[in-house]
């Protein structure tokens, strides 16, 4: 299953040093984004099928599926170069931990002299039943530590792509259900999440986060 592969993906990059410099100025970058998409989680194979982490498997399939360059070591996480569509986008998975994410993001909007409105946040969400998408510009954190993170770095009128994962019921539950794995049970309505994100993130490229929405919805119910 594809999703396999991008887990693997996800594993197999080499850690991070996210302390002092990371050498971005002399990484090489063919062209500048137009857009920056930021996928939230916590690197590291432990955490990799964690429902916290579909930020970062959002963005795994989306380079897969489009094509994008390898990841690069650079703004304190993994960065990756491509287009979708016409529209020029660099991916990026913050290696700071999801708790000091807005630092790697904040690093990329510097480089490329990018505003908040540039920015594109993939994010699991509780308040969201499972494996439904939405969008939206700005609002709350819901107590959401990456989230949290990158407001504070960067502003808050940048969207989110809110990845739903359900809420356990009771509050003392959340905490194991964001940091627990996905059940195997899970994997192909998972799967297909994230094949449909991928699949029409063309649209949110163009900013029609409306028809995006749509798209994805109408895969999800012929899947």
């Known amino acids: 299953m594809a999703l396999f592969r991008w887990i693997a993906d996800l594993i197999g990059v080499p850690p991070v040093k996210v302390h002092g410099?990371?050498?971005?100025?002399?990484?090489?970058?063919?062209?500048?984004?137009?857009?920056?998409?930021?996928?939230?989680?916590?690197?590291?194979?432990?955490?990799?099928?964690?429902?916290?982490?579909?930020?970062?498997?959002?963005?795994?399939?989306?380079?897969?599926?489009?094509?994008?360059?390898?990841?690069?070591?650079?703004?304190?996480?993994?960065?990756?170069?491509?287009?979708?569509?016409?529209?020029?986008v660099l991916l990026l998975k913050p290696a700071t931990f999801m708790n000091d994410s807005g630092r790697s993001v904040r690093a990329a909007m510097d480089f490329f002299k990018r505003d908040v409105g540039d920015v594109t946040v993939f994010h699991d969400e509780l308040d969201l039943a499972p494996?439904?998408?939405?969008?939206?510009?700005?609002?709350?954190?819901?107590?959401?530590?990456?989230?949290?993170?990158?407001?504070?770095?960067?502003?808050?009128?940048?969207r989110r792509v809110r990845l739903g994962i359900g809420h356990p019921g009771h509050k003392d539950r959340v905490t194991g259900h964001v940091l627990g794995n996905y059940a195997k049970a899970e994997t192909d309505r998972l799967a297909d999440m994230l094949g449909a994100v991928a699949a029409e993130a063309e649209w949110l490229a163009k900013g029609d986060d409306a028809r995006f929405m749509s798209e994805v919805a109408l895969r999800l119910q012929q899947d």
């Open 131 to 158: 494996f439904r998408v939405k969008v939206k510009v700005g609002g709350g954190t819901a107590g959401h530590n990456g989230l949290r993170s990158t407001e504070a770095h960067i502003g808050n009128a940048f």
């Open 21 to 88: 410099q990371t050498g971005e100025a002399a990484t090489h970058w063919d062209f500048e984004p137009v857009q920056i998409w930021v996928g939230l989680g916590n690197p590291g194979a432990q955490y990799a099928m964690h429902r916290h982490n579909v930020g970062f498997m959002a963005v795994d399939a989306i380079a897969a599926t489009h094509g994008f360059e390898p990841p690069k070591k650079a703004f304190q996480g993994w960065a990756q170069q491509g287009r979708i569509g016409t529209t020029r």
